[in-house]
């Protein structure tokens, strides 16, 4: 499988390219999991019969950040461990303005909050206590045993220090975003899945999208015999300057690795300034180097000089993709640099 980035500064095809890649790949039956923050894909996915879970105000669907999968452990860390990393990254994009000592008591709680759920860095403490018994094998805890939201903030609101915390997640515990406080109640038993994260609005979105990443990357990683792709559409809102470091290096990690796991990872952009913005474009153009084929659609004089600090684009190709039409890209695929057109089937067009 390979890591794709697709760029595009206005609709000239790249939309109805990655639904005909949806497509073709339903068709040889891989596991597809796509981050939908515009809803374009729910009539593709019903036309497919995938799964649509939305996350929402208006949603009946419900992830818990805190929840860790049997399948979430990461080589040469445990559960915990692994967890906090990702759950800190989070956090930062709730707590923009925090200190690193406001950060490391946020993570001392946190800690706290796993423990009285009784688990802790022994890996062992993740499973139910019928697991120690002979010849009965282990059964990992289910997402009722893990702590929400709703226990952190209580826990803020006993210590002083914490209080000024505490009171940044009102919204996320008993106001608007009250939808993020709940034991997950999801199951990931389709071949196609949309998350879809539209209702969140604009200054929300990077929650959603977020929460179903680490949702889908557990999901990947859990058998590498299977093969899957996973589509980060928008995915300047992960690695861009509203995101963190700790987010990016997770997304990052996701496009350097996901190949082992006989997985595929989709990065698609319009945004290709915001790409770049965060930490002087290191995770950009990190991404950007480990895509084993990258697509560029139409794009405006002032993204193609932005693109040209990034890649080895010739003055040939430069002028190459400010004129292409709708339904053309340069495709980079290695060293080689094609001029392509995107043909479509009847059939296919009809199911678009």
């Not at 899945?193 to 999901?219: P, Q, R």
């Amino acid at each position: 499988m390979q890591t794709c980035v697709y760029l595009e500064q206005v609709e000239h095809g790249k939309s109805y390219f990655i639904k005909l890649m949806i497509l073709r790949y339903r068709i040889l039956g891989l596991d597809q999991y796509v981050i939908d923050p515009d809803r374009e894909y729910g009539n593709l996915c019903k036309e497919l019969e995938g799964s649509i879970i939305k996350l929402g105000p208006t949603s009946e669907t419900f992830i818990n950040i805190f929840d860790i999968r049997e399948e979430s452990i990461e080589e040469g860390q445990g559960y915990l461990a692994t967890k906090l990393n990702k759950l800190m990254g989070f956090f930062k994009l709730i707590y923009t303005n925090a200190n690193e000592e406001e950060m490391a008591i946020l993570e001392e709680k946190i800690i706290e909050c796993y423990k009285i759920k009784n688990i802790t860095f022994d890996d062992n403490t993740l499973y139910k206590n019928e697991s120690n018994k002979i010849n009965i094998k282990p059964i990992f805890k289910e997402a009722k045993d893990m702590p929400i939201l709703e226990d952190l903030y209580n826990l803020l609101g006993k210590d002083k220090k914490t209080k000024k915390l505490q009171t940044r997640l009102i919204p996320f515990v008993k106001g608007s975003l009250k939808f993020l406080n709940n034991y997950t109640n999801i199951k990931l038993d389709n071949k196609l899945i949309i998350a879809d994260v539209y209702e969140l609005g604009e200054d929300n979105l990077k929650y959603g999208m977020y929460i179903f990443t680490e949702l889908f990357w557990d999901k990947i990683k859990k058998d590498r015999n299977i093969k899957k792709a996973i589509y980060l559409d928008e995915i300047w809102r992960l690695i861009g300057v509203t995101s963190n470091k700790d987010v990016a290096s997770f997304i990052y990690k996701i496009f350097k690795t996901i190949r082992k796991y006989g997985g595929s990872a989709v990065a698609i952009t319009q945004d290709v300034e915001d790409l770049f913005s965060l930490e002087n474009g290191t995770y950009g153009k990190s991404i950007l180097n480990n895509s084993s084929i990258k697509n560029i659609f139409s794009l405006e004089e002032e993204n193609i000089l932005i693109l040209e600090k990034y890649t080895n684009l010739t003055e040939k190709e430069k002028i190459e993709i400010k004129s292409l039409k709708r339904g053309e890209c340069l495709m980079f695929v290695g060293d080689s640099h094609i001029l392509t057109k995107i043909e479509s089937a009847d059939f296919e067009k009809e199911i678009i």
